[in-house]
């Protein structure tokens, strides 16, 4: 369907008409000059990130419910990520002239699967449009109390610095599916050198093969099989929110707190010089999964510089007091990476072979090049 | 200074370092995950705007640090127009490879002097890039105490109805822009075809001449003498904070209100149909300032639809009770035009020769065409 047949308002209605709000903050939701919220006697946060074609995502192997799930998902990994609970989320959305009503439907059934699963609720935002290409930005609230509250500047001398799941594995995905995209365009460049070839003899058997050999190249479906894991890290990425919530209940409270989108070189990097102090990581301890490694090795890529640099990951890293060793021990997915030192020692990894090096916050940097 | 020198991190630190915290209610802005605030007792306010260029600036007429100033004033518009009190505004931007770092400055002054004026901190959001031209989300934060707040749906049948300032310069303003950059691309394509004439010809000296003047259209700056106020009202609009206080101290309470946006017939579609009412305005009563009517004229345009669909004003569109309407009488620069009447009794729009209308919602609408 097009969306000028709907119209703005039409539209926005079409999306929102099923959004029933879930959390006793949520006063008022869609359909006024703002949303209305209530947080008694709770801290409220507040958090917004933009989602640019081109940039942050290609239409040519993202999936538009997934591109919704993830541009939901990414904000309310930051509130986690300050220790809070997401409770709202606020939408705008540029649609490029290009997408029917179907395509927009469809980032929103993502963005609600996001939400539904940590319970947020969609409050409202801006639908418009972009002479040139789609843009979405989300902004995601949430509480907590005073004391909860977890910022990047609280890691002291020797706090241990945890990471979940495993780094690296976004990236990697990332790499499969931009290398698909490159074998895609080759083949359509050559059945079109093919064409012109056949359209200058003539040969209308030939052409007609040929069109039969487009639809192929078109319909062809990529086997991710075995990288699975991989494309599932970089499309659909989860918000850690279930470790919070472990932490909580064994009354680990962690010194300082982030996500990893960057890459986990650059947090550390922010962590450290908002705590004022260095750090030494193990390149050993890094946590990286089975499919990372192998694809790794396949690209032939260097695998510490992919789990230290790759970003969206979306996973938590985090300080806490060296005392809490052995109660992280027992928790799944936590990994004890290195510990926090004195400023004046740096930010150092440790190499399997025990050399240091001094660690770069290259991260990903999306105003370079 | 080319934005990539300096980086994200470093472009974000020159954006954000003079921004100092001024409301008890922001307790931690740029710098982590999330931005914190409290708000004791209190209702939070959220809305978000995206801003796309080509659809809604165009940086051929738009100075950067008015459009900043837009950027965040139509946010903070949004705030008033539900009684509350704007806050924290959160800015995600995402930059054309065009811009410089003193070009995005720009956009922050005019974001930094718009918060100035109404006491709003900045304290987040995200700088990204763009393929493909600039685009700017601003999400503004306020609060309100519960029974102060006023939605759309509280319209009574017998309300009059109420709008601040004047309606359509904004628009008459845009026009007049659109006329110039016409002229502009106009003379731009003359010299063009001028100078590929006299490279033909090979005639030097004709060639220096037209240098000469293609430098004269480049630099003409022009001349806007009795229409300043309708470029102004396009570029640099003003949210109506000042009538919100006026109305407080009066102890008058407006039963529905919101912001002109999208244009007076377009906002009242939206406050009588979730007021589940109809509505009857004077064309007589529509304030209008003279510079627009002298315009439209120039234009050949209709008067009273410029003022109906026009938008971009971010005036005060409010019903009251009838008994307000001495109390309101006194307060200058807000106009009785018209009431509230029974769903069944239709929108219209009564005209000078006591004809009636009935008012179409045809608004401003980005999605169409």
Known sequence: ????????????????????????????????????????????????????????????????????????????????????????????????????????????????????????????????TSLTGLAISVTCIGYADKNDIVYRHGANETDLICVTGDLGSAYMGLQILEREKTVYYQQIDEYNNKVKAAQKAGDETELKKLRAQRRQVEDFEPDFAGKEYLIDRQLKPEARGDVIEALRQRGIHPTAMMDISDGLSSELHHICSQSHCGCRIYEKEIPIDYQTASTCEEFNMNLTTAALNGGEDYELLFTVPIGDHERLADLEGIHQIGYITKESLGMYLVTRDDNEFELQAQGWNPLKG
């Not at 079409?14 to 869609?30: C, E, F, H, M, W």
């Not at 000059?33 to 709770?42: G, N």
């Not at 640019?52 to 309310?76: R, W």
């Not at 699967?113 to 609720?121: H, I, S, T």
Request: glycine share 8%; aromatic share 8%.
């Open 1 to 128: 369907m097009d969306i000028k047949d709907l119209g703005e308002f039409g539209l926005i209605d079409r999306l929102t008409k099923d959004i029933q709000p879930k959390n006793a903050s949520t006063l008022y939701g869609v359909g006024d000059d703002c949303a209305v919220m209530h947080y008694p006697d709770k801290e409220v946060l507040v958090t917004s990130d933009m989602l640019m074609e081109g940039i942050h995502f290609d239409l040519v192997y993202t999936p538009l419910e997934q591109l919704g799930y993830k541009a939901a998902m990414v904000n309310i990994s930051d509130i986690f990520a300050m220790n809070g609970t997401p409770q709202q989320i606020i939408v705008s959305i540029a649609i490029d002239k290009r997408m029917t009503v179907e395509d927009v439907e469809a980032i929103y059934r993502g963005m609600k699967k996001a939400c539904a699963k940590w319970n947020v609720d969609i409050v409202g935002g801006d639908t418009t």
